[in-house]
């Protein structure tokens, strides 16, 4: 079992940054790929980021540019760097820990933390 706990969510201007954080326990060696997802009332969940165990990364169209995964792997936890925060990226942004065993595929997702971009 893995437990994810995000952290760093709140409210910002537009044009802000914000850093959210994703603190990993449990049996994380068998951690695969760790994701950031975000998520608004009455939508599906969107997937926003990954950065596997290897350090490699993917992002989605809207935020490309804008926004940074990162691991820490001495602390057990992915970070995500906004910048440039519009309205649009208001949302719930959840992390999520992937473990991938033969041919089945475990997802494992944290709380959700709270962002608002308004003026």
């Known amino acids: 079992q893995v437990q994810l706990v995000e952290s760093g969510g709140g409210l910002v201007q537009p044009g802000g940054s914000l850093r959210l954080s994703c603190a990993a326990s449990?049996?994380?060696?068998?951690?695969?790929?760790m994701g950031w997802y975000r998520q608004v009332p009455g939508k599906q969940r969107e997937w926003v980021a990954t950065?596997?165990?290897?350090?490699?990364?993917n992002y989605a169209d809207s935020v490309k540019g804008r926004f940074t995964v990162s691991r820490d792997n001495a602390k057990n936890t992915v970070y995500l760097q906004m910048n440039s925060l519009k309205p649009e990226d208001t949302a719930v942004y959840y992390c999520?820990?992937?473990?991938?065993?033969?041919?089945?595929?475990?997802?494992?997702w944290g709380q959700g933390t709270q962002v608002t971009v308004s003026s």
């Open positions: 950065i596997t165990t290897g350090g490699s990364t």
């Open positions: 999520k820990g992937s473990e991938v065993a033969g041919t089945s595929t475990y997802n494992y």
């Open positions: 449990g049996s994380i060696f068998s951690i695969n790929a």
